[in-house]
């Protein structure tokens, strides 16, 4: 299984940018997808998450400026993030707890896409 991310890249402050995370390979089927960010110097922390009935959560930071969304039929999930702020910059990492054809849950992880938002 393998996550591909794209979208990232260098913004000004108050724009948007569009994050995108494509699950491929042996998956039966998709629990939870998410964004998570990691400064430098920081922990990685939860930016959003939903699951496959359609739930989200987002940390504080980000609601109302940031609204994840999925693509069941393409095992894809977004994040569109509007009205950018410079404490958003970070790496941006997608995860999925994919469920195999065994049945097993295993979280995975994408690359990473960096988000730079300048003042």
């Known amino acids: 299984v393998q996550l591909l991310a794209s979208g990232g890249g260098l913004v000004q402050a108050g724009g948007s940018l569009r994050l995108s995370c494509a699950a491929s390979?042996?998956?039966?089927?998709?629990?939870?997808m998410g964004w998570y960010r990691q400064a430098p110097g920081k922990q990685r922390e939860l930016v959003a998450d939903?699951?496959?009935?359609?739930?989200?959560n987002y940390a504080d930071s980000v609601k109302g400026r940031f609204t994840i969304s999925r693509d069941n039929t393409k095992n894809t999930v977004y994040l569109q993030m509007n009205s950018l702020k410079p404490e958003d910059t970070a790496v941006y990492y997608c995860?999925?707890?994919?469920?195999?054809?065994?049945?097993?849950?295993?979280?995975?992880w994408g690359q990473g896409t960096q988000v730079t938002v300048s003042s």
């Open positions: 995860e999925a707890q994919i469920i195999t054809y065994s049945r097993y849950r295993v979280d995975y």
């Open positions: 939903q699951t496959s009935g359609g739930s989200t």
């Open positions: 390979g042996s998956i039966f089927s998709i629990n939870h």
